[in-house]
């Protein structure tokens, strides 16, 4: 790509195809324009959309109001594998989830579905429909993050493992606003932990494409391997709190037609609930990942569950 000069100072790029990647946030965001998602893009295109996405970790187009399901995935097809909509949640079809805030409002920072060995290697989300306030979703860079650790941090998080598992009530600090909703979160507690998988991921893996090393972590640890509890509850909010950092992180303020993707073996996101009884409602397609990796090439370890039927390896 070639830069492009502006008043911001080279925060834009545009390259051969028409393609215009737009810089929001100093380590992590970028708007691309010029592009109409769908099926049919040209290779091109799509090898720009990628490289923006692995450079900006998390990148937003507006003004894609013509997709639809069908649209949204035979596009994800054009990046890579769709997986099924989730290992235990059930799906608006076979690769769609509804993030569906009449179901579960999944406000704290994580990074998707770590608690199977396969991680998902990105995600594309597209706004359906948005409360008229709040809604917001933020990102943040665990490469950034990992990168300014300093050096004795880093050496200890290169060593250290950790449990991931959905077997817990990570949606216990939603705010309920109702009895009705009440009842439609606990059932889809209950079908979210419907299967229990757990994994062992090391805390740094190094990214399959980028070489970069992250931290892999969010609200899916239970623990590290090794310590107890009180010492892996101080342990992760130390690191923790590194990822989440504001300076890691970018803010979306969502519009109807918005579609966002993000490459989750390098980011965490958190989707605030900050809309009152409104109605939100975007829908999710994940592609396939592979087992992470850490600096010494050791490979996740699964401990229960098989999610082969959610993408294969």
Known sequence: ????????????????????????????????????????LDTGVVADIRAALLEHKVIFFRGQEHL???????????????????????GSSTHVLPIDSERSKANSWHTDVTFVDRVPAASILRAIHLPPYGGTTTWANTAAAYQALP??????????????????????????????????????REEFRSTVYETEHPVVRVHPETGERALLLGHFVREFV???????????HLLQDRVIRLENTVRWSWEPGDVAIWDN??????????????????HRIT????????????RSITRSGDAAHFSAL
Do not use: C
């Not at 073996?265 to 975007?282: F, G, P, V």
């Open 1 to 40: 790509m070639t830069l492009q000069a502006d008043t911001s100072a080279r925060s834009a790029a545009a390259g051969s195809n028409g393609v215009t990647v737009v810089r929001i946030g100093g380590r992590i965001g970028a708007r691309v324009d010029g592009v109409r998602l769908g099926p049919g």
């Open 68 to 90: 639809d399901d069908d649209g949204q995935l035979g596009f994800a097809r054009l990046l890579g594998a769709p997986t099924a909509a989730h290992p235990t949640v059930r």
């Open 151 to 188: 050096v004795p941090l880093k050496n200890l998080a290169d060593r250290l493992w950790a449990v991931h598992t959905n077997a817990f009530d990570y949606a216990a600090d939603a705010e309920s606003v109702s009895d009705e909703l009440d009842e439609r979160l606990v059932a889809y």
């Open 226 to 236: 090794g310590l107890n509890g009180k010492e892996s509850h101080a342990l992760f």
């Open 265 to 282: 073996r390098a980011t965490q996101h958190y989707a605030i609930s900050d809309y009152d009884d409104h109605h939100r409602l975007l």
């Open 287 to 298: 592609l396939a990942g592979d087992v992470p990796v850490g600096v010494d090439g050791a």
